[in-house]
């Protein structure tokens, strides 16, 4: 998958692809990333890429052609969709990212300041992506998030085809819990159906374990999800199981 990111911080995006699964996606050819720099396509000798805004107010805004410059640069080499990462745009979720993954090109645009002309959205723009309600200096990040959501989805990014499947909200749900060696660790023991060999038993616990993490931490996938009837059954008995631990204390 090609990435293209249009930022004035080209060597903060460039790390994305210097370590971890990413690193080694970009190394084995399954991901490529170029930047795009919108001070390359200033026209004035200080490079200016920002400007007041009209109407007053604090802060400064990106300018409009720095922008469409770099932007319909990257996209002669790219014609990949152009994704704005803003505060305004669709929450990223997995299944937003499945949608994006079939793209196989992005160009991604990064805002500074107090963001960017509105008329760049307007000609060039053709989604804008949240990922989450806070607010960051810029867009950078948010472009390195989905960078790394996708290339998890890519086939042969992980080290095991299942990863992926496994993870949370892969099918709506938060993951369930993991252990690894010792057995005890501070007193507290790894559970006895992991240690049993019968793997029935242990996709059923981590079943259950996975629509009761979600019951506790994030309802409202519940909600948005609809159970099946043996997916009912291992939630109610982790409600009771819940219910009952609780009574004991």
Same mark, same amino acid.
């Given at each position: 998958?090609?990435?293209?990111?249009?930022?004035?911080?080209?060597?903060?995006?460039?790390?994305?692809?210097?370590?971890?699964?990413?690193?080694?996606?970009a190394e084995r050819g399954l991901i490529s990333l170029e930047l795009w720099n919108p001070r390359d396509y200033a026209v004035d000798v200080h490079r200016t890429v920002d400007g007041r805004p009209y109407g007053g107010g604090p802060g400064m805004v990106m300018t409009g052609e720095c922008l469409l410059q770099a932007i319909r640069a990257a996209r002669q080499k790219n014609p990949g969709k152009v994704v704005y990462l803003s505060p305004q745009g669709l929450p990223l979720s997995q299944s937003l990212a499945h949608d994006l993954l079939i793209e196989n090109s992005l160009i991604l645009l990064c805002g500074r300041y107090e963001g960017i002309d509105e008329r760049?959205?307007?000609?060039?723009?053709? &989604?804008?992506?949240?990922?989450?309600d806070y607010v960051l200096s810029?867009?950078? /990040?948010?472009? &390195?998030?989905?960078?790394?959501?996708?290339?998890? /989805? /890519?086939?042969?990014?992980?080290?095991?085809?299942e990863s992926a499947a496994q993870d949370s909200f892969f099918d709506?749900?938060?993951d369930c819990p993991h252990y690894t060696?010792?057995?005890?660790?501070?007193?507290y023991e790894v559970p006895m159906v992991l240690k049993s060999g019968n793997h029935a038993e242990i996709a059923r616990w981590r079943k259950k374990q996975a629509l009761g993490k979600t019951w506790r931490c994030r309802p409202e996938l519940l909600q948005a999800r609809q159970l099946t009837s043996s997916e009912r059954v291992l939630l109610d008995e982790y409600i009771n199981e819940f219910e009952s631990s609780k009574k004991l204390y």
């Open positions: 998958m090609q990435f293209d990111v249009v930022t004035l911080f080209p060597e903060l995006v460039d790390a994305v692809v210097r370590c971890g699964i990413t690193g080694r996606a760049v959205i307007k000609l060039e723009v053709d &989604m804008e992506c949240s990922i989450g810029g867009g950078e /990040l948010g472009a &390195m998030v989905l960078i790394d959501v996708l290339t998890r /989805l /890519l086939p042969g990014a992980l080290g095991h085809h709506g749900l938060l060696r010792p057995d005890i660790l501070e007193g």
